[in-house]
C-alpha cells in the first residue's frame, strides 16, 4: 500500500479525494491536515510516501510545506493541488521540488494518477502544460498592459468596483471603465472573472495561485 497525506482546509475536497484513492485500493490515507501548523505537526511523527497539499491554506502556502519537506526527505513524492494553475504556480511548485502540480478543477482521479507518478519518481516533476510554460519562460508572450492598466488590473482582483478604482487612482469612472474595457480586450475576456484568470496564467498577477 502506498500511504497519502492530505492537506487541504476544505473538508469537502478532502473527503473526495479520500474516496478517489480508496476506490484504487493500493493507497492508504494515514493522515489529513486543514492547517500548514496541524500538517508540520503530523510530518514529525510520520512521514507518508506521498504528500498532497493546497497551495492555499488558513495559515501559510502549501508550497513552503513541499519545499521544506523535500529539503528532509529526498524519496517523498509531493503533490501540489493549485485552483489557479498558472505559470507563477507552476514554476513555484517546481522550485519547492514537488513531483506534481495538479489544477482543483481536476478529477479525482488525476490527483491519483499524479499521487502514482509521485511515489515511483518524486524528484520528477510533471504538470499539465509543462512544455508549453517552458515555452513561455524562454520566449515570453502574451498582453503587455501599460502601468495604469496593471494597476487597475491589480485591483479588480482584489475585488474592487469601477467607482472604488476611480476613487483610488483619483480618476473619473468613465476613464476607470475605459481602462477596464481596454484590459478586457488585451485579455480575451469578457468579465473580471475571466480577466483575472487569464492574467494568473499569463504571469501578469505574481504571487496569485
Same mark, same amino acid.
Given at each position: 500500500?502506498?500511504?497519502?497525506?492530505?492537506?487541504?482546509?476544505?473538508?469537502?475536497?478532502?473527503?473526495?479525494?479520500? %474516496?478517489?484513492?480508496?476506490?484504487?485500493?493500493?493507497?492508504?490515507?494515514?493522515?489529513?491536515?486543514?492547517? *500548514?501548523?496541524?500538517?508540520?505537526? /503530523?510530518?514529525?511523527?510520520?512521514?507518508?510516501?506521498?504528500?498532497?497539499?493546497?497551495?492555499?491554506?488558513?495559515?501559510? /502556502?502549501? *508550497?513552503?510545506?513541499?519545499? !521544506?519537506?523535500?529539503?528532509?526527505?529526498?524519496?517523498?513524492?509531493?503533490?501540489?493541488?493549485?485552483?489557479?494553475?498558472?505559470?507563477?504556480?507552476?514554476?513555484?511548485? *517546481?522550485? !519547492?521540488?514537488?513531483?506534481?502540480?495538479?489544477?482543483?478543477?481536476?478529477?479525482?482521479?488525476?490527483?491519483?494518477?499524479?499521487?502514482?507518478?509521485?511515489?515511483?519518481?518524486? %524528484?520528477?516533476?510533471?504538470?499539465?502544460?509543462?512544455?508549453?510554460?517552458?515555452?513561455?519562460?524562454?520566449?515570453?508572450?502574451?498582453?503587455?498592459?501599460?502601468?495604469?492598466?496593471?494597476?487597475?488590473?491589480?485591483?479588480?482582483?482584489?475585488?474592487?468596483?469601477?467607482?472604488?478604482?476611480?476613487?483610488?487612482?483619483?480618476? /473619473?469612472?468613465?476613464?476607470?471603465?475605459?481602462?477596464?474595457?481596454?484590459?478586457?480586450?488585451? *485579455?480575451?475576456?469578457?468579465?473580471?472573472?475571466?480577466?483575472?484568470?487569464? !492574467?494568473?496564467?499569463?504571469?501578469?498577477?505574481?504571487?496569485?495561485?
Amino acid at each position: 500500500m502506498i500511504t497519502v497525506m492530505l492537506v487541504d482546509d476544505h473538508e469537502l475536497i478532502r473527503q473526495g479525494l479520500r %474516496r478517489a484513492f480508496e476506490r484504487t485500493g493500493d493507497f492508504e490515507i494515514v493522515a489529513e491536515a486543514g492547517t *500548514l501548523a496541524d500538517a508540520r505537526q /503530523s510530518l514529525a511523527g510520520t512521514v507518508p510516501q506521498v504528500l498532497v497539499t493546497d497551495v492555499r491554506l488558513p495559515d501559510g /502556502s502549501g *508550497l513552503d510545506l513541499a519545499r !521544506a519537506m523535500r529539503e528532509d526527505h529526498e524519496d517523498l513524492g509531493i503533490v501540489v493541488l493549485t485552483m489557479y494553475a498558472g505559470d507563477d504556480t507552476l514554476f513555484g511548485a *517546481l522550485d !519547492a521540488g514537488a513531483s506534481a502540480l495538479v489544477s482543483k478543477d481536476a478529477p479525482g482521479d488525476d490527483v491519483v494518477s499524479a499521487a502514482r507518478h509521485a511515489a515511483v519518481s518524486p %524528484r520528477s516533476f510533471t504538470a499539465k502544460d509543462l512544455a508549453g510554460a517552458m515555452q513561455r519562460r524562454m520566449q515570453p508572450q502574451g498582453p503587455r498592459l501599460t502601468d495604469r492598466e496593471s494597476q487597475i488590473l491589480e485591483l479588480l482582483a482584489e475585488g474592487l468596483g469601477v467607482a472604488q478604482i476611480s476613487r483610488q487612482l483619483f480618476i /473619473s469612472e468613465s476613464t476607470a471603465k475605459t481602462h477596464i474595457s481596454r484590459i478586457y480586450e488585451k *485579455l480575451g475576456a469578457a468579465n473580471r472573472a475571466q480577466a483575472v484568470m487569464k !492574467a494568473v496564467q499569463s504571469g501578469l498577477l505574481p504571487g496569485r495561485e
